[in-house]
């Protein structure tokens, strides 16, 4: 079964930088679609970014030139997906998940992710 490990989120001062990473084990897809994900204190979870095996990327208005998506992936599989965040910002405080579904990404936006991991918490003071 595919099992997703989140790890790399901290604390830093506005302005600065991290870079989260996402490894991937017992992946099942041959076409697949993943993505970053937060949800801050009292908020609804949101998208932050989006890649698929062609390496098609989308972010969200808010993270737009900040965060840069990214994967390490070989023929047929992947080993890991990074979010690279820079100029953070305290409203960028959340959890981090990452997520992944098989097929095209419209299809998994539409239906939803079948696995998450358990998330990497970020925090942005300010």
């Known amino acids: 079964e595919l099992q997703l490990a989140e790890s790399g989120g901290g604390s830093v001062q506005a302005g600065g930088s991290l870079r989260l990473s996402c490894v991937v084990s017992?992946?099942?897809?041959?076409?697949?679609?993943m993505g970053w994900f937060r949800q801050a204190p009292g908020k609804q979870r949101e998208t932050v970014a989006i890649?698929?095996?062609?390496?098609?990327?989308?972010?969200?208005d808010s993270v737009k030139g900040r965060f840069t998506i990214s994967s390490d992936n070989k023929k047929n599989s992947i080993d890991a997906i990074y979010l690279q965040m820079d100029n953070l910002e305290p409203e960028d405080t959340a959890m981090y998940y990452c997520?992944?579904?098989?097929?095209?990404?419209?299809?998994?936006?539409?239906?939803?992710?079948?696995?998450w991991g358990n998330g990497t918490l970020g925090t942005v003071s300010s």
């Open positions: 997520a992944a579904g098989g097929g095209y990404c419209a299809t998994t936006i539409t239906y939803g992710f079948d696995y």
């Open positions: 017992g992946f099942p897809y041959i076409r697949y679609c």
């Open positions: 890649i698929d095996d062609d390496g098609a990327t989308s972010y969200a």
